[in-house]
């Protein structure tokens, strides 16, 4: 089993920043593809960004890319998302999670998942 804790969400204002934290515990494999995934009210979960296990390789969402920023601290089995010029469409509770298999933008292919963070930007 592994344990993800996700922090750093709350409130900002439109153009503003926040930086998510993700800190797995537990049987934990610094080998895995992790994912940042975002639900909204009423909406699908859905995928945002996802980075390899040496961070050489990162994956965004088209409406993130040049505004958001995955990286990951192997030593320190966490994983960060740096978040620039939010929007209020990117008010969601965000989640993160460990890659098991499939394609790597599927909530099914990941196995473990935090409890989310709630990130809400106002206009």
């Known amino acids: 089993q592994v344990q993800l804790v996700e922090s750093g969400g709350g409130l900002v204002q439109a153009g503003g920043s926040l930086r998510l934290s993700c800190t797995a515990s537990?049987?934990?494999?610094?080998?895995?593809?992790m994912g940042w995934f975002r639900q909204a009210p009423g909406k699908e979960r859905e995928f945002v960004a996802g980075?390899?296990?040496?961070?050489?390789?990162?994956y965004y969402v088209d409406v993130v890319k040049g505004r958001f920023t995955i990286s990951r601290e192997n030593a320190k089995n966490a994983v960060s998302l740096q978040m620039n010029d939010l929007k209020p469409e990117d008010t969601a509770v965000y989640y993160c999670?460990?890659?098991?298999?499939?394609?790597?933008?599927?909530?099914?292919?990941?196995?473990?998942w935090g409890q989310g963070t709630q990130v809400t930007v106002s206009s």
């Open positions: 980075i390899n296990w040496s961070g050489s390789s990162t």
């Open positions: 537990g049987r934990t494999s610094s080998g895995n593809y």
């Open positions: 999670a460990v890659y098991y298999d499939g394609t790597l933008t599927f909530t099914g292919s990941y196995r473990y």
